[in-house]
Every structure is written in C-alpha cells, then in structure tokens.
C-alpha cells in the first residue's frame, strides 16, 4: 500500500507488517478493498504524533481473513466509539483539526467492507492509548483452493457428454479456438 507508506513515512512512524504464513484469498475488488486498508492506515498515521507506531496484521481464523490496523496515536474516548462509522463524525483529539478530513473516510470504509460480506471495529483503551481497527472479511485458505470444485448440478464423476458451455468473444477465430479446446476436454 505505497499511498499509505508516504503518509506514514511523512510523519516519521515507525510500521511493523505481521502476515500469516500461508496465503489467504478474499474474494473481492482489489480496488476498493486497497482503498479501506489506505484509509485507515492514512487514518492511524495522521491521528498518531510524529514517530509513533502502526502495526498492521494479518490472520485467517474459521475461513475469515481478520487484518488489524493499530496505533499508539490520540485513541478514542469510550464514548465515541459508537459513533466512529457515523457520516461526518470526528472525533475530537489533541492532534491540529487541519488534520481531521470530512468525517466521510470511516462511513465509506465501513459500507465497503460490508459489501464484501465482512465486518468493521474500532476498538480503543480511550483517549491518548491508540486505536485498533479489526476487519473481518470471508476468505479461502491456500488448501481450501487445492481441493477441486464440484461442477455445478452434478457429481465430479458426472459424464462431460451432459455439460454445456457457453463460448463468448468477440473474435470468430478465438471462439472457435476455446471451442476446439472445450470439446478436447
């Protein structure tokens, strides 16, 4: 997450990246996916004084990929932890308000981790004792993806006879190519 690495570097903190072992996949838009993991690791490090720590992690836990983005920043009073995820919220801290943005960037993260089936929390010890935001997203296992599929309405021992396949493409030539390699199947 390069755009994130210049706003942490800028204000001289020190990151530490933690990730599971084996690869997890989650099934989702890289895009907006890139985009929740930016804003809150642009959030942990405006809202953490200069030289402050970020940890990021990352586990898999019962087919959910759980990442946690944490700092030793301003922290959030317990009676505001309720309302992080609310339009337009800012929570009131001892960093410069020229710091804070428009109270959208936590709204939207939230909307988007859900629309990728998963779930947002912000956690906090309370104001000065840094903050904690856990996402849970559903995820794959690197040998949950080894096992093969079960061809849709049917058995693995299924005859090939009873499968149609659709080949779409603008091209004549490349459609009846993948036809050629269908049928060789």
């Given at each position: 997450?390069?755009?994130?690495?210049?706003?942490?570097?800028?204000?001289?903190?020190?990151?530490?990246?933690?990730?599971?072992?084996?690869?997890?996949?989650?099934?989702?838009?890289?895009?907006?996916?890139?985009?929740?993991?930016?804003?809150?690791?642009?959030?942990?490090?405006?809202?953490?004084?200069?030289?402050?720590?970020?940890w990021l992690s990352a586990y898999a836990e019962n087919a959910k990929a759980i990442v946690s983005v944490k700092d030793d920043g301003i922290g959030i009073a317990s009676d505001q932890l309720p309302h992080v995820f609310e339009m337009f919220y800012q929570?009131?801290?001892?960093?410069?308000?020229?710091?804070?943005?428009?109270?959208?960037?936590?709204?939207?993260?939230?909307?988007?981790?859900?629309?990728?089936?998963?779930?947002?929390?912000?956690?906090?010890?309370?104001?000065?004792?840094?903050?904690?935001?856990?996402?849970?997203?559903?995820?794959?296992?690197?040998?949950?993806?080894?096992?093969?599929?079960?061809?849709?309405?049917?058995?693995?021992?299924?005859?090939?006879?009873?499968?149609?396949?659709?080949?779409?493409?603008?091209?004549?030539?490349?459609?009846?190519?993948?036809?050629?390699?269908?049928?060789?199947?």
């Open positions: 997450l390069a755009s994130s690495r210049t706003v942490i570097e800028a204000h001289g903190h020190c990151p530490t990246v933690a990730l599971p072992a084996e690869s997890v996949w989650i099934d989702g838009d890289t895009v907006r996916l890139t985009q929740i993991f930016v804003n809150l690791l642009s959030n942990a490090a405006k809202y953490t004084p200069k030289g402050g720590n970020i929570v009131d801290g001892s960093l410069e308000r020229s710091q804070a943005g428009l109270g959208i960037g936590l709204t939207l993260t939230r909307r988007l981790v859900e629309l990728h089936g998963g779930t947002i929390e912000a956690r906090s010890d309370g104001s000065g004792k840094g903050s904690e935001f856990l996402v849970t997203l559903p995820a794959f296992i690197e040998q949950e993806l080894a096992q093969p599929a079960e061809p849709p309405g049917g058995t693995r021992n299924e005859s090939k006879a009873n499968w149609r396949i659709l080949v779409v493409d603008d091209g004549r030539n490349t459609r009846e190519m993948y036809s050629v390699l269908l049928r060789k199947q």
